[in-house]
């Protein structure tokens, strides 16, 4: 509990609003979670060291009414600004937001040079159990919760969307009713990852990217789609990494920033995650692992999936 708190206040006290106050309550909850290996996650493993995370809750009008909500999931970095600004765009179209903080209750600061801290699939349990928290909440909507991440955390936001992992890790009678990736890492294959839940998927991503690459995002949304699911693909030409974080106005590069922009996966067995062009077990020593990405701000593709994101959560989970 105290690492909850202290999680809270760290994101308090280093967001201040981006644009005119959208929501009328702001409610802090603890999340009981537990931090696992991917190894762990891909076989089933739920026996992970428990650890109790926290996110902030916003609620943007008074009554009694049950609202739609929508899970916020950072990436490497962190909860930064451009969250917050997430976060006061949805409260304006009557969204409620729930910004989850992965890494303060674990210690974490961030997992730019050392990407080891916590494995990205391990962000998906903290979503799941997050959606837990709130689909008991007398204010939100059950059937009407959406998930969105950034980079590391939009792993969790795509990859929930996998039955495979929400029958093993989700709560009991609850489901996300919208994915949301941002710059989605999409390079790694896991067994049955076409075989999503039917909810809608939707991914945006920079062209220029030189973190993550797009590549792998094609490829996989053409997979899905071949299985029936509802998903698109919105490329940004020029965008990189991180393009809707205002605060960048310059290009920002990360000298020991890891990246995986050159290395494709596949899950093997046992829960082993594999080079494709090698077969050999992947790890952060990998010769394919680079560093130097950078990140950079690009307003056009900014406003374009603000407005692309507002209009999808309208007809999905608004109304």
Not at 294 to 301: F, R
Request: hydrophobic share 40%; charged share 20%.
């Amino acid at each position: 509990m105290k690492n909850a708190l202290v999680s809270a206040l760290l994101f308090i006290v280093g967001c201040a609003p981006a644009m005119a106050q959208t929501f009328i309550r702001m409610e802090v909850h603890p999340v009981e979670t537990m931090t696992l290996k991917t190894q762990q996650v891909l076989t089933g493993d739920s026996n992970g060291t428990p650890v109790v995370i926290a996110g902030q809750l916003r609620i943007p009008k008074p009554g009694t009414d049950k609202l739609p909500a929508v899970i916020l999931v950072h990436g490497s970095g962190g909860i930064s600004a451009s969250h917050n600004r997430w976060a006061d765009e949805l409260n304006s179209i009557g969204l409620a937001v729930f910004v989850l903080d992965s890494f303060a209750g674990r210690g974490i600061v961030n997992t730019i040079n050392d990407q080891s801290q916590l494995d990205s699939l391990a962000m998906m349990i903290d979503a799941y159990r997050a959606l837990g928290v709130l689909a008991k909440h007398p204010r939100i909507d059950p059937a009407r919760i959406a998930v969105m991440g950034f980079s590391k955390g939009a792993v969790t936001a795509v990859y929930s969307s996998n039955e495979r992992f929400r029958k093993i890790y989700a709560p009991a009678n609850v489901v996300f009713a919208a994915h949301i990736g941002l710059y989605t890492p999409c390079n790694v294959s896991y067994r049955d990852d076409d075989k999503v839940t039917g909810k809608p998927i939707r991914l945006f991503h920079g062209i220029a990217d030189d973190y993550v690459s797009i590549a792998p995002c094609r490829a996989y949304t053409e997979r899905l789609k071949k299985g029936g699911a509802d998903v698109s693909l919105a490329e940004y030409a020029g965008a990189y990494h991180a393009y809707d974080n205002f605060v960048l106005a310059k290009p920002v590069k990360f000298p020991q920033g890891q990246t995986t922009r050159n290395c494709l996966l596949k899950e093997g067995d046992n829960g082993e995650v594999l080079n494709v062009k090698t077969n050999q077990p992947f790890n952060l020593k990998d010769p394919c692992l680079e560093l130097g990405p950078q990140v950079a701000y690009n307003a056009n593709a900014y406003q374009a999936t603000l407005s692309e994101v507002k209009e999808f959560l309208s007809k999905t989970i608004a109304n």
